[in-house]
């Protein structure tokens, strides 16, 4: 029903920036829940930030709130995540996920996930 492509990891030094994009294919987007996670070596994937489609709600990880953002596009059907005050703790492969209902922060709440892009701070 939702097919995800990110774009926009790559390799940015400890206090610099990224914007991720994900590009969305489904008839609607309205119905669902838009949602960011991470996954760093060794450990286990996590919430980053998401959002619902129709109403723009916005919802973030507490070590992400200030310097991450999570936004739409309604016109080209895409949720980007801007990533400001980098720190190597941020270093992680970065999904998309799509959903229908649940709490935003939760991953049994999304049924379609992306391929996943990296990124790498360095210090």
């Known amino acids: 029903q939702v097919q995800l492509v990110e774009s926009g990891g790559g390799l940015v030094q400890a206090g610099g920036s990224l914007r991720l994009s994900c590009a969305a294919s489904a008839r609607t987007l309205t119905p669902f829940i838009l949602g960011w996670f991470r996954q760093a070596p060794g450990k286990e994937r996590e919430f980053v930030a998401a959002?619902?489609?129709?109403?723009?709600?916005?919802y973030y990880e507490d070590s992400v709130k200030g310097r991450f953002t999570i936004s739409r596009d309604n016109a080209k059907n895409t949720v980007a995540l801007e990533m400001n005050s980098l720190k190597t703790e941020d270093t992680a492969v970065y999904f998309c996920a799509a959903g229908w209902r649940g709490a935003l922060s939760r991953e049994n709440a999304y049924n379609y996930w992306g391929q996943g892009t990296q990124v790498t701070v360095s210090s």
């Open positions: 959002l619902t489609w129709s109403a723009g709600n916005t």
